[in-house]
């Protein structure tokens, strides 16, 4: 019979792979309660990217639109409407920036639902038209 071999070596991990330290480091936080399960929905993710766009725009870091159009990779409409959700109440921002997590399946609140909440410049309809998605969102969740 022949023994096993042991083989030591160092193997150079990229840090942004699967796998990687900062996966195992997330898990760890979830399992300890530091970090509350599920994943923060798209929507606010654009909301909080729609408020860094206006403020690289504000401070002149990028030049306008087109620009952050360009740099993104992206088309222009898209960063259209990505800032059109600045034109919301920001009581409405506000409660988008903290939906609460998607724990599995597809968030009940898109993009494409608050475009039209977004197109009315009235806060007071905004707010009549956000409480009525919000209910329907909780309705069909539960």
């Known amino acids: 019979m022949t023994d096993p071999w042991t083989i030591e070596c160092d193997f150079p ?7 990687s330290a900062k996966d ?3 898990c760890a936080a979830v399992v300890a309660g530091t970090v509350r399960p599920g ?8 909301m909080a990217l729609a408020i860094r766009f206006d403020g690289l725009i504000r401070s002149g ?7 952050l159009a360009r740099l993104g990779h992206v088309s222009r409409a898209r960063i259209s409407q990505i800032l059109s959700l600045l034109l919301l109440a920001p009581d409405i921002q506000g409660e988008i920036l903290f939906l ?10 898109l993009l494409c639902h608050l475009w039209p909440i977004a197109a009315n410049p009235d806060w007071k309809c905004q707010r009549r038209k956000w409480r009525d998605l919000r209910r329907l969102a909780t309705s069909q969740a539960g």
């Open 39 to 46: 994943r923060v929905p798209r929507v606010a993710r654009l």
């Open 61 to 67: 870091a990028v030049k306008n639109q087109a620009e």
């Open 24 to 26: 195992a480091a997330a």
């Open 13 to 19: 991990f990229r840090g942004d792979g699967r796998g």
């Open 100 to 109: 609460p997590a998607t724990k599995r399946g597809r968030a009940p609140i």
